[in-house]
């Protein structure tokens, strides 16, 4: 059976849950949102405040184990959204976790203790693709000149971090 199902903007990730609701990230509208039977039940803020202008860029998911909590990597904002999900129709997003430069990949350990946190850009290593053309009026770079490939010049990191729990949570 194939379906189109109209979810926010730039749709990028997918998760699904054990009672079959669809989670998707919708990097261009600051939400997830909540796809079940073929219609979207839930559209969920992932912003600190949920009328925030669009910039917080939801690019992926994970989900605990027990199916309660879902994460959701907020790239341009640098931080990782604790939502709980327990109860379906009725998400709430219960804090945020600090992170590295652009995280946009997100795991959870079978064991539910801790959330490996991808980044994009550390900043570590963070380097322009020299040498910079000052001359707009070129079309092209000097083929004769070198130049780096800009994802050469990104490193990214891994974090492994506990999942806090409400007064850690609280803290961050």
Excluded: C, M
């Excluded at 939400?31 to 917080?56: F, M, R, W, Y």
């Excluded at 709980?84 to 009725?90: E, F, H």
């Excluded at 590295?100 to 946190?117: E, M």
């Amino acid at each position: 059976i194939l379906e189109t199902v109209r979810t926010g903007s730039h749709p990028n990730e997918l998760v699904f849950t054990k009672d079959g609701r669809l989670f998707v990230a919708n990097s261009g509208s600051n939400s997830v949102s909540v796809v079940k039977d073929g219609k979207v039940v839930e559209e969920i803020k992932t912003t600190i405040k949920p009328n925030s202008l669009v910039g917080a860029s939801p690019t992926a998911l994970a989900i605990t184990p027990d199916q309660r909590t879902l994460f959701v990597a907020n790239s341009d904002n640098n931080s990782v959204a604790v939502i709980d999900i327990s109860v379906a129709g009725k998400s709430g997003v219960r804090g945020f976790i600090p992170t590295d430069w652009y995280p946009s990949a997100l795991a959870v350990t079978k064991d539910g203790k801790r959330l490996l946190i991808g980044a994009g850009k550390s900043g570590l290593n963070l380097k322009g693709n020299y040498p910079a053309s000052t001359d707009f009026k070129r079309a092209v770079p000097d083929p004769k000149t070198a130049y780096d490939y800009i994802g050469a010049t990104l490193q990214g990191t891994l974090s492994i971090v506990e999942i806090p729990d409400s007064q850690k949570l609280a803290a961050y």
